[in-house]
């Protein structure tokens, strides 16, 4: 697997499927996820709301993933996953893990061959950025996936900075 990194905007990027850093609703919300229902359209929405009611009507839990429709993006399939809110006084760092793992998992299922993941949890959530990216790399690269192309798109070059350390440190 290759790991690739790029400073720009998730909606934009060629690959079979792009992960959303969702809230449990699936409904929507700001960062990236609103980024990636404004330029996918009211499709992505629409399938959420079946995933909602026909899977998950609690909403879908912390670090796990599922995946819709990408409507008008590029991508093929959007994988919806929700990380964990940053915490200082609990370690919630297996559930953000988590979220790369069940992310590759459903990416399999999909037969997708190129993944484009943001920084899940380092935005609203909280995450401190370094941090996020540690987890982030450590756990895609030991993770046994087809996907063959994993590519962190970085919205900010602070962002971009610390995922080149993570995956240089590593
Ligand atoms: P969370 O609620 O999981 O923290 P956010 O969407 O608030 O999710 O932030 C996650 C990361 O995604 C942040 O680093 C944010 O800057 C970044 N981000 C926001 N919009 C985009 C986008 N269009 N493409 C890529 N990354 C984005």
Request: with cysteine; glycine share 12%; proline share 4%.
């Amino acid at each position: 697997m290759q790991i690739t990194l790029v400073q720009g905007d998730i909606t934009e990027q060629q690959v079979d499927a792009v992960v959303n850093a969702a809230n449990s609703s699936l409904l929507g919300g700001g960062g990236v996820d609103g980024a990636i229902h404004r330029r996918g359209g009211p499709e992505i929405l629409q399938e959420c709301r079946r995933v909602r009611a026909s899977q998950y009507a609690g909403g879908l839990p912390t670090g796990q993933a599922v995946a819709t429709t990408a409507g008008r993006l590029p991508a093929r399939w959007v994988i919806h996953t929700v990380g964990p809110v940053y915490s200082a006084s609990e370690d919630r760092s297996e559930l953000l893990a988590s979220c790369y793992r069940e992310s590759l998992r459903v990416a399999d299922d999909l037969g997708a061959r190129s993944v484009a993941f943001p920084a899940v949890s380092a935005g609203i959530y909280g995450w401190p950025m370094d941090d996020a990216a540690r987890i982030a790399v450590r756990t895609v690269r030991g993770t046994a996936t087809t996907v063959q192309d994993v590519r962190f798109v970085l919205f900010t070059p602070d962002a971009y900075e610390a995922f080149a350390k993570a995956v240089g440190d590593g």
